[in-house]
């Protein structure tokens, strides 16, 4: 299946050359070069990934990812020229899956293209290829419910509208109530890349994540291990 991806960057050389590099690896891609065009193009046809730059005019990235963050869940990876740690939490805190640094390799984007990809939709492939019962394919935990199958997560009904990364998260920690994932082990899982102990994506990730579910439950299911990681209780 040839998967779209929405290139976003006012600046069309960079645009142009993630485009090149995608189409070679068999990508299906459109541009943009502003928030407000890039939302008009994913209003037409949704895409399965969306590439965006945080500094453009118009619209920037930020609040573009904000307003697809109302109603949809699809990858969003964040390019920015600055490097310093709080643009990067800015980015994910608006909902953003991952971020790179501007100057990137391309064979650098493409991997990381290729494992926001694998992490979003590996759920529902796994499980409509397995023969495990229906059960299997679902944790339930006290009032929440989620669903390998569909990718879906929901407390007592009420649709939890995660990312991609947030459900790679929840599904982690809901398997095994109890146990204490360090942050290491949850970004090797989720993400399936090399830790660096400098970095702190994790810890926004489980802050959103943390938001939400606490907004449904009006209580903490997520806790904190202080020196150690996170965990579910049973």
């Known amino acids: 299946m040839e998967r779209r991806v929405l290139i976003v960057d006012d600046e069309r050389e960079i645009a142009d050359l993630i485009e090149i590099y995608l189409k070679n690896e068999g990508f299906s891609t459109?541009?943009?070069?502003?928030?407000?065009?890039?939302?008009a193009a994913y209003a037409k046809h949704p895409f399965d990934l969306v590439i965006l730059d945080i500094?453009?005019?118009?619209?920037?990235?930020?609040?573009?990812?904000?307003?697809?963050?109302?109603?949809?869940?699809?990858?969003?990876?964040?390019?920015s020229a600055k490097a310093e740690d709080m643009d990067k939490i800015m980015g994910l805190m608006t909902g953003a899956d991952?971020?790179?640094?501007?100057?990137?390799?391309?064979?650098?984007?493409?991997?990381?293209v290729r494992s926001l990809l694998r992490r979003t939709y590996q759920y529902g492939a796994q499980a409509e290829n397995s023969m495990d019962s229906r059960s299997?394919?679902?944790?339930?935990?006290?009032?929440l419910r989620i669903d390998k199958l569909s990718h879906t997560a929901e407390i007592e009904g009420?649709?939890?509208?995660?990312?991609?990364?947030?459900?790679?998260?929840l599904h982690l920690l809901a398997s095994q109530?109890?146990?204490?994932?360090?942050?290491?082990d949850i970004f090797q899982q989720v993400w399936k890349e090399k830790?660096?102990?400098?970095?702190?994506?994790?810890?926004?990730?489980?802050s959103k994540?943390?938001?939400?579910?606490?907004?449904?439950?009006?209580?903490?299911?997520?806790?904190?291990?202080w020196g150690v990681g996170y965990k579910i209780e049973g």
Request: hydrophobic share 40%; net charge negative; aromatic share 6%.
């Open 30 to 39: 459109e541009k943009a070069y502003d928030g407000e065009q890039a939302l």
């Open 55 to 79: 500094m453009m005019p118009n619209m920037d990235g930020l609040e573009a990812t904000r307003r697809l963050r109302r109603d949809q869940s699809v990858p969003i990876l964040m390019l």
């Open 98 to 112: 991952d971020y790179m640094i501007k100057p990137f390799n391309p064979l650098e984007l493409i991997a990381r």
């Open 136 to 143: 299997e394919k679902e944790l339930r935990l006290g009032p």
């Open 158 to 169: 009420n649709p939890l509208h995660l990312t991609s990364t947030e459900f790679g998260i």
């Open 177 to 184: 109530p109890g146990r204490v994932f360090s942050a290491e």
């Open 195 to 206: 830790y660096f102990d400098s970095n702190n994506t994790v810890m926004v990730h489980i």
């Open 209 to 225: 994540l943390r938001d939400k579910l606490e907004k449904e439950l009006g209580d903490k299911m997520i806790v904190t291990v």
